[in-house]
């Protein structure tokens, strides 16, 4: 069912650095591309999205870079910070929802 | 304003066993959409309704069922539990359609253990 492939599964990250990570859909009938957040014990929470009409959507330090052609996007973190230790989850929505399985960040202090 | 409200949030049955989950959406929101999560498989799309019809189903077996009320409230009925039904169930509310806006709000889940 998983039409989302997303890496890495897991990623550890110092303090201040940049955290990358990586979706690619095959459906092209999606239209809109969010990236959730989720602490242990919460479910997940809305982070940023993008529609493929543009290429990148910036908000504060989370970036998205979408790139239509290529059916990928990614999530960039910048200065990454230990409160950003949780499991991100990249989505693909259009007649319906897929997820990707999911990445377990950790920033070490 | 309150956010979604699962209920239970843990629950321990046995193969064989059937299950009714509960999910009250944030008040006016009229979608309500499920989500399976366990560690491999991560989210998965069960169902959603939306103005209490079944508007989209994922490709799950016919032994999970949901409905909605014209409260919007939703549940989900898991029958002839098996193992591999243990996982966190997650419910997400919307204004409109999940599909269409994809900003979904959800609960913390009900973690169903199967035994």
């Known amino acids: 069912q998983q039409q989302v492939k997303q890496s890495p599964q897991s990623l550890i990250v110092q303090k201040g650095g940049i955290s990358i990570i990586n979706c690619a859909y095959e459906n092209t009938a999606f239209d809109y591309f969010p990236w959730y957040q989720q602490f242990p014990g919460k479910g997940p929470a809305l982070l940023i999205a993008?529609?493929?009409?543009?290429s990148e959507k910036k908000e504060g330090r989370f970036t998205i870079s979408f790139n239509k052609s290529a059916k990928q996007f990614s999530l960039h973190i910048m200065d990454s910070q230990p409160g950003d230790s949780a499991t991100y989850f990249c989505?693909?929505?259009?007649?319906?929802?897929?997820f990707g399985a999911g990445t377990r960040l950790t920033v070490k202090p | 304003k309150a956010g979604v409200t699962q209920t239970p949030r843990y629950l321990i049955k046995t193969r064989g066993q059937q299950v009714t989950l509960s999910c009250s959406p944030i008040?006016?929101?009229?979608?309500v959409s499920w989500y399976q999560q366990t560690p491999g498989q991560g989210l998965q799309f069960l169902f959603e309704?939306?103005?209490?019809?079944?508007?989209n189903k994922g490709n799950f077996p016919g032994r999970f069922s949901g409905r909605q009320f014209s409260n919007s409230r939703s549940e989900m009925n898991v029958s002839t539990l098996e193992l591999g039904d243990s996982a966190l169930y997650l419910c997400?509310?919307?204004?409109?359609?999940?599909?269409?806006?994809?900003?979904?709000?959800f609960g913390e889940g009900s973690r169903l253990t199967v035994l």
């Open positions: 989505a693909a929505i259009g007649y319906d929802m897929r």
């Open positions: 309704y939306f103005s209490e019809t079944q508007r």
């Open positions: 008040s006016g929101h009229r979608s």
């Open positions: 997400a509310s919307s204004l409109g359609i999940a599909g269409g806006t994809g900003e979904l709000f």
């Open positions: 993008i529609r493929p009409d543009v």
